[in-house]
């Protein structure tokens, strides 16, 4: 029976293979590689350290950091809400946060070019209401504000994940002994949510580090991050070389978030339920 089981894996397995240890092994293969000849090289990974894509990496890693912070801020109160309801209440909010996930992530960022232009549909009541206009469309703000609005649910659900699972009898028993809320936050809730918050974490910084269709998008093609040139590298320029150095860079990013994951989360309890 057991063996009847392994096999039952076998199409994730032959998936695994085609869709991930594969392309991870062209684009390894295209880093170490020469563009004219083949040989193995490291001079692809000198293109990271140019002035443009190191402006690049440095502004993504910025907004990435900025969109993420923004997301805990707000996540946070959020998932304490929810996990204070009942549970038709609780499975109504969520409902309703989530419905916009359920829509193309393309069309979801495109609604917000469409209300961020100038004459836009929030210019326009603006306007209507003979105040201000705002400029914030092909800004790093309107980055962030598309980085925000599209992950913010990945920062959410870890987060109340583990939240539910705290006794509410431990916070009781905080206040009991003369805990205020601060101490009751600081002591008892955020450590116990902490493999939620690092799941969340790396969950929003990791696809707002690699994004290129954002600021494409909100930033009007006039705002480079490192995914835009990673993007450019392969589709424009036809360089792959330099496009997979580049993504092999990310990869170190993606493999300290996993890091932390695996080290504060060993349960997996950040997993989401929904």
């Given at each position: 029976m057991k063996n009847k089981k392994k096999w039952l894996a076998a199409p994730y397995g032959v998936w695994a293979v085609g869709f991930v240890i594969i392309p991870l092994i062209m684009i390894l293969y295209y880093a170490f590689t020469s563009q004219e000849n083949g040989t193995f090289t490291l001079v692809n990974f000198a293109e990271v350290f140019s002035a443009n894509n190191m402006k690049a990496l440095l502004l993504a890693l910025l907004l990435a950091f900025v969109s993420t912070v923004i997301c805990l801020v707000l996540a946070y109160p959020l998932a304490m809400i929810l996990s204070s309801r009942s549970v038709s209440q609780t499975s109504f909010i969520v409902l309703i946060f989530i419905l916009p996930m359920w829509m193309n992530f393309l069309l979801r960022t495109l609604a917000w070019q469409t209300l961020l232009e100038k004459n836009g549909v929030i210019n326009g009541i603006l306007?209507?209401?003979?105040?201000?206009?705002?400029?914030?469309?092909?800004?790093?703000?309107?980055?962030?504000?598309?980085?925000?609005?599209?992950?913010?649910?990945?920062?959410?659900?870890?987060?109340y994940n583990v939240l539910i699972k705290i006794d509410k009898d431990v916070v009781e028993a905080a206040r009991d002994l003369g805990a205020n809320t601060f101490q009751t936050y600081s002591k008892i809730l955020i450590p116990l949510s902490l493999p939620g918050i690092v799941s969340g974490i790396t969950m929003v910084f990791i696809p707002a580090l690699t994004t290129f269709v954002i600021s494409d998008l909100l930033g009007g093609s006039k705002i480079l991050l490192i995914g835009n040139v990673i993007e450019q590298e392969f589709k424009q320029t036809n360089n792959w070389n330099a496009g997979s150095?580049?993504?092999?860079?990310?990869?170190?990013?993606?493999?300290?978030?996993?890091y932390f994951v695996n080290k504060y989360d060993k349960d997996g309890e950040g997993g989401a339920v929904f």
């Open positions: 306007s209507f209401l003979h105040l201000p206009n705002m400029s914030i469309i092909n800004t790093p703000y309107a980055i962030i504000l598309g980085m925000v609005y599209n992950f913010l649910p990945f920062m959410v659900l870890p987060i150095a580049l993504s092999t860079v990310l990869m170190i990013f993606i493999l300290i978030s996993m």
